[in-house]
């Protein structure tokens, strides 16, 4: 079992910077590759970002790459996000997902655990 624990979210305005934290705990935490992905009311859970246990491979959803970067301490078994030059439309729910295994997946039925979400709200 994996615990994750996301933080970080907050209200900021847009063109600003933000990054949001997820911790986990429960099982040895380089054996898993890890998500980012985010909610909105009446849409999918969206694909934002992966990154493979050992954190030298990420993968970006098209619409974010160059925005959003994705890294992990394997030695504090924490996973970030960080958003930059923030836009309306990212205004969410961010969850922390991780899948045994350690590959890069952008399928969020592929992941084992989840954490509870942070909210991400963005303002003009």
């Known amino acids: 079992q994996v615990q994750l624990v996301e933080s970080g979210g907050g209200l900021v305005q847009a063109g600003d910077s933000l990054r949001l934290s997820c911790?986990?705990?429960?099982?040895?935490?380089?054996?898993?590759?890890?998500?980012?992905?985010?909610?909105?009311?009446?849409?999918e859970r969206e694909f934002v970002a992966a990154i493979s246990s050992s954190g030298g491979v990420t993968y970006y959803a098209d619409s974010l790459k160059g925005r959003f970067t994705i890294s992990r301490s394997n030695t504090e078994?924490?996973?970030?996000?960080?958003?930059?030059?923030?836009?309306?439309?990212?205004?969410?729910v961010y969850y922390c997902a991780a899948r045994a295994g350690?590959?890069?997946?952008?399928?969020k039925h592929l992941y084992n655990y989840w954490?509870?979400?942070?909210?991400?709200?963005v303002s003009s």
């Open 77 to 92: 078994n924490t996973v970030y996000l960080q958003m930059n030059n923030v836009k309306l439309e990212d205004t969410a």
């Open 115 to 121: 954490g509870q979400g942070t909210q991400v709200t």
């Open 23 to 43: 911790a986990a705990s429960g099982r040895t935490f380089s054996n898993y590759g890890m998500g980012w992905f985010r909610h909105t009311p009446g849409k």
């Open 102 to 107: 350690g590959g890069l997946y952008s399928l």
